[in-house]
Nanobody, 116 residues
Framework: QVQLVESGGGLVQTGVSLRLSCVAS????????MGWYRQAPGNQREMVAT???????NYADSVKGRFTISRDNAKNTVYLQMNSLKPEDTAVYYC??????????WGQGTQVTVSS
């Protein structure tokens, strides 16, 4: 059974950087597409960044040029480097893995709060 555990969130000021980590267990991530999503209070969960197992990436327009998704297959970990954080980036960030056959795995989420 796949398990995803996020870490790295916190309370920060505008303009600083954070790096989120997502460690997977129960499978080897190098065969799967993975991504980061976020959900702010009162909003739907939205895609932030995704990365396929072949290295193709996709970013939400709101984070392009500021966020970078990467993965370390040897550590079974995917990262989200977030630079120049803004108050509108405040949300719970979730790690996602596309398992195929319409199935996805999700982590429990990590809170990111950016104060102005």
């Amino acid at each position: 059974q796949v398990q995803l555990v996020e870490s790295g969130g916190g309370l920060v000021q505008t303009g600083v950087s954070l790096r989120l980590s997502c460690v997977a267990s129960g499978l080897t991530i190098r065969f799967y597409a993975m991504g980061w999503y976020r959900q702010a209070p009162g909003n739907q969960r939205e895609m932030v960044a995704t990365r396929t197992n072949s290295g193709s990436t996709n970013y939400a327009d709101s984070v392009k040029g500021r966020f970078t998704i990467s993965r370390d297959n040897a550590k079974n970990t995917v990262y989200l480097q977030m630079n120049s954080l803004k108050p509108e980036d405040t949300a719970v960030y979730y790690c996602n893995i596309v398992l195929g056959w319409g199935k996805n795995g999700w982590g429990q989420g990590t809170q990111v709060t950016v104060s102005s």
